[in-house]
């Protein structure tokens, strides 16, 4: 069954609305969905938030249409009464004729995301979402007809209209119970919901449910659950912590506060939901307090998929806080994901923001550093086929199993070395860049015009000071640049460069060839370029190739910011490394037709012994402050590891060297393989195991069977099986 009440809106009132403004429309629906949306409480809640639809198994039926950003308002499914609806194109034939090439025959992605977002918690709840309104009010004195930031005011009025439904709900369930806690329970909420969101929090309770309220609220306006995250809620939560034990409540009673809003939270979304702890302030002092604590007992105790802990290392944090951390009791559900907080803050600052503004970055889904309520990031706005730019440079401008389709600027040149090959590679990778960049410019003002958010807008600073979306009018537009396959890409160059350039095995001639005819006549050279040294393995000459191109790609992508608008090049997959290799033709590493690409920042399937040292020193040879959009690494370790003190130490040291070192971020798991293995083959018995997905923590038998035996066979390298 599925039933999406936006799509019902859309279909029953789209007559009245079709002549409206695209930004009027679209906040006519979310106030409809602000009014309709079912809402209801559960047996011992200790803040208002469930809403939608349930089935007969008690899971809930996701209440929003999907707006597509390609053609506007649209219907979910032929069956839905939702109009289909053709939209000015933005994009010119042409321009459309050459995303559509570089997407089905150079894999090359250009597109839009909505989600992968965090509003300015802190401020909502100090301030209250009047401080918002009554700024659109005043740009609205001086343009009365404006219709975004007339949207933007709609919109902000039914996050009340929302809250108000609650607080009357909750009043008429505290008269129909006889149970006097209950009832004390349900007026609290009623007198806290009668105040926020739209007025600045006073008391714990409140600011909670503020922060819940405005969470449900963004994914209905983006009309997408796609990692809408939390923020520093142990920082913008704490001064309301201290008051509340200051006046007597106890650690227990807001604990059960907590585990009430991480049950909402792992019940709605798709668990890429970051809440952050701990981090540094201006003068270098360690932020992990009390509640940061409290969120890490809360998570141990339930056992949750989502939210993510976004744990911030400083170079002060406590050995106290490190035993928290490394427990098999978080590890074994993918917990938590560990951030290096003055690697990650001077990752930001290479985007041009200045040090004050880096230090209060937030981390944001599965790995986006980012600017709460200054920033829109698109974090999959192009997906970059890695290994085009070296076929370009090996095959004199030309796709290995295609036609370009149009011309490069780059003259063709025989490639004799690997600096040859550096330089050729960088040129070709930063021309199809600009051609990139050009086009996602035109999809940015696609979405702008057919698809914008009036809520998240009004909530993002530039926005209403500019009268635009928050798709152009942020303060800063991010656009993450997926460098798919880059991994794989730096052993091909490795692979070239070994057996032409310096053993002169073969020829570029009978490598490209071999290649492009996926290998099936060549078993002898596919073996010796899968034995050719790889990343993940330590070796000097792939640490230098993958430093070179790095750094190339961050040069090429930097190349194409224009005034708010920055492209961030990443290393960040989680598991679509499977779907795209799926797609993607053999590649000059020994990866053959079919099969996935690297997986983020891990070495790829081909390297069949893998080492924790070996990854994270390879993995640091990569650019990774320059590397903004992310670049996670994914370590597994067994549960031996956890036996004793020492081993545990040894968790810390390998984590403490690869931050030393400049690693951004690592991520965990330490499922028993068995338990995995018996999950793949019976997945109905298994519904409740928990691993990290490569960015946030699944369900084990959510994920398709590929990537379920992919997950498995990377452990067992790891655990060395």
């Known amino acids: 069954m599925y039933y999406s009440i936006q799509d019902k809106i859309i279909g029953t009132h789209y007559e009245e609305w079709k002549k409206l403004p695209v930004p009027l429309m679209i906040s006519e629906i979310f106030r409809h969905f602000t009014e309709e949306i079912p809402v209801f409480f559960r047996e011992d809640d200790r803040i208002a938030g469930w809403y939608g639809y349930e089935d007969k198994e008690d899971t809930f039926i996701a209440p929003f249409v999907y707006l597509d950003p390609e053609s506007g308002i649209t219907a979910l499914s032929d069956s839905s009464p939702a109009p289909k609806v053709k939209h000015q194109q933005i994009l010119s034939k042409k321009e459309r004729a050459l995303r559509k090439h570089l997407a089905d025959d150079l894999k090359t992605i250009v597109s839009f995301s909505p989600g992968h977002t965090c509003i300015d918690y802190q401020t909502v709840i100090e301030k209250g979402l009047v401080f918002y309104l009554e700024r659109i009010e005043n740009k609205l004195l001086a343009v009365p007809e404006d219709p975004m930031l007339l949207a933007m005011k709609s919109c902000l009025d039914s996050c009340d209209i929302y809250a108000k439904r609650f607080a009357k709900l909750a009043d008429m369930t505290a008269e129909q119970t006889t149970d006097k806690e209950k009832k004390i329970r349900l007026q609290k909420i009623r007198n806290a919901l009668l105040k926020v969101p739209m007025k600045p929090a006073e008391s714990f309770l409140e600011a909670v449910q503020s922060v819940w309220i405005m969470h449900t609220l963004i994914p209905a306006a983006e009309m997408s659950w796609a990692s809408i995250s939390i923020g520093r809620m142990d920082q913008y939560l704490y001064p309301f912590y201290q008051k509340a034990i200051a006046e007597g409540e106890s650690r227990e009673e807001i604990k059960e506060i907590l585990k009430n809003v991480f049950r909402l939270l792992d019940s709605y ?342 080492a924790h040292t070996g990854h994270i020193l390879s993995a640091a040879s990569v650019c990774q402050t320059k590397f903004s959009g992310g670049q996670p690494i994914d370590l597994y370790f067994h549960k031996s590891w956890f036996e004793s003190a020492q081993m545990r130490d040894n968790i810390k040291i390998l984590i403490m060297t690869y931050f030393q070192k400049g690693g951004l971020q690592l991520q965990v798991n330490s499922v028993d393989i068995a338990l995995l293995e018996k999950a793949h083959k019976s997945p109905e018995q298994y519904p409740h195991v928990i691993v990290r997905k490569g960015g946030f923590s699944v369900h084990f038998t959510e994920l398709s069977r590929e990537v379920r035996e992919e997950f498995i066979e990377h452990a067992k390298k790891e655990e060395g099986i």
């Not at 070296?390 to 490069?408: K, Q, T």
Request: proline share 4%; hydrophobic share 40%; charged share 25%.
């Open 269 to 610: 979304g798709d668990g890429a939901c970051a809440l952050n702890i701990g981090g540094m302030d201006m003068e270098g002092r360690d932020m992990f307090n009390e509640l940061s604590a409290l969120f890490l007992e809360v998570e141990k105790e339930m056992a949750l998929r989502a939210p993510i802990l976004a744990v911030r290392i400083t170079p002060k944090t406590d050995v106290s806080v490190w035993d928290q951390l490394i427990d098999f009791d978080l590890f074994r559900i993918g917990q938590p994901t560990f951030y290096n907080e003055a690697a990650c803050r001077e990752a930001v600052m290479s985007r041009g923001i200045s040090e004050e503004e880096a230090a209060d970055f937030s981390v944001n889904s599965c790995m986006g550093l980012y600017l709460s309520g200054r920033e829109f990031a698109d974090m999959w706005g192009i997906k970059f086929n890695s290994h085009l730019p070296l076929e370009l440079a090996l095959n004199d401008g030309r796709p290995f199993h295609c036609e370009l389709g149009f011309e490069l600027k780059t003259p063709p040149k025989r490639i004799t070395c690997r600096e040859e090959l550096f330089k050729q590679y960088e040129k070709y990778f930063a021309e199809l860049m600009v051609l990139c960049a050009d086009l996602y410019h035109k999809v940015a003002l696609h979405a702008e015009a057919h698809h914008p958010d009036p809520l998240l807008s009004a909530l993002t600073e530039g926005c209403a000071e500019s009268g635009r979306d928050r798709s152009v009018g942020a303060k800063y537009q991010t656009v993450t640049v997926e460098t798919m396959g880059l991994i794989n890409t730096c052993d091909a160059i490795e692979a070239v460069c070994e057996l032409v350039f310096e053993r002169k095995e073969y020829t570029l001639e009978q490598m490209i060839d071999a290649c492009r005819n996926h290998y099936n006549e060549d078993a002898v050279m596919l073996q010796k370029i899968r034995n050719c040294k790889k990343y993940g393995m330590d070796d000097e000459n792939v640490n230098a190739v993958c430093k070179r191109v790095s750094e190339g790609v961050f040069r090429a992508c930097k190349a194409q910011n224009k005034a708010n608008l920055l492209f961030l090049p990443s290393l960040h997959t989680i598991d679509v490394n499977v779907g795209y290799g799926a797609d993607l033709y053999a590649t000059l590493d020994g990866r053959l037709s079919g099969d996935p690409v690297n997986k983020n920042a891990n070495p790829s399937d081909l390297v069949k012994d893998l």
